[in-house]
């Protein structure tokens, strides 16, 4: 007599615990920066130091969810990790570009959620070079290795200083200097001459829009007796979507 009634209490809760197991993961992922950048020290002319772009993923709004995985257009491995690692996931790129990152959430019974974001990453160029009267050659990619749209634009500030020969009395003469940036064929794009007295600075800020092709910047020393100091700071710009 009272196994029907145990029967259906028994399908019940069954069919509760199959609802429930089929209810949508809770999930929302955040990110830190839409938009980061690969920096490249250049001493004298030489490359010292690259500093990878950095970005971190917030998945504390999926929190149900018991590991987090990333994956990311420019063939590397997804990286996964243990909610018991923390919700913040820091992701690091050592190539400028656009860079589409998908960000999925999985719990203990199998559900998962998934996000895309774009990360936009962007080259910055620093070259320091003192006491030169023949200053070297900067040489730049915009291309991104990994394919993707090409950068938007490319910001070019140089400043040439003329320290004094003898400080505090001088001594010296100005220098005659020609900045110019050259594409592969050797074709000159842009220039800008000045002149640096001594004791004095000039500055050449320019904005650039070809950023299909590698390119030069270089510093012609045109006449004049001093060394000088060279500062360029060059930046990949891949602008952050509307």
Do not use: K
């Amino acid at each position: 007599m009272h196994r029907f009634p145990l029967l259906v209490l028994t399908l019940l809760l069954a069919s509760s615990a199959g609802c429930l197991s089929n209810e949508p993961l809770e999930f929302d992922v955040t990110l830190s920066s839409e938009q980061a950048a690969v920096i490249q020290t250049y001493v004298d002319g030489v490359l010292s130091e690259t500093s990878a772009a950095e970005v971190a993923f917030n998945f504390s709004g999926a929190p149900t969810a018991t590991t987090y995985t990333l994956a990311v257009s420019d063939g590397r491995e997804p990286l996964t990790v243990s909610a018991e690692e923390g919700v913040l996931v820091p992701l690091t790129f050592a190539a400028h570009g656009v860079h589409n990152v998908t960000a999925t959430a999985e719990d203990a019974q199998g559900r998962s959620a998934s996000m895309t974001f774009s990360v936009r990453v962007n080259l910055h160029l620093v070259w320091t070079e003192e006491g030169t009267q023949d200053p070297g050659v900067l040489s730049f990619d915009p291309l991104p290795v990994h394919g993707g749209p090409f950068a938007d634009y490319i910001t070019i500030e140089s400043v040439v200083s003329n320290p004094d020969l003898i400080e505090t009395l001088g001594g010296g003469r100005e220098v005659d200097v020609t900045w110019r940036l050259i594409d592969p064929l050797g074709f000159t794009c842009q220039q800008h001459s000045d002149v640096v007295h001594e004791g004095e600075s000039a500055a050449w800020t320019s904005l650039y829009f070809t950023t299909y092709e590698a390119h030069d910047l270089t510093v012609d020393y045109n006449e004049g007796q001093d060394e000088i100091d060279v500062q360029h700071t060059v930046v990949v710009i891949y602008d952050p979507a509307p």
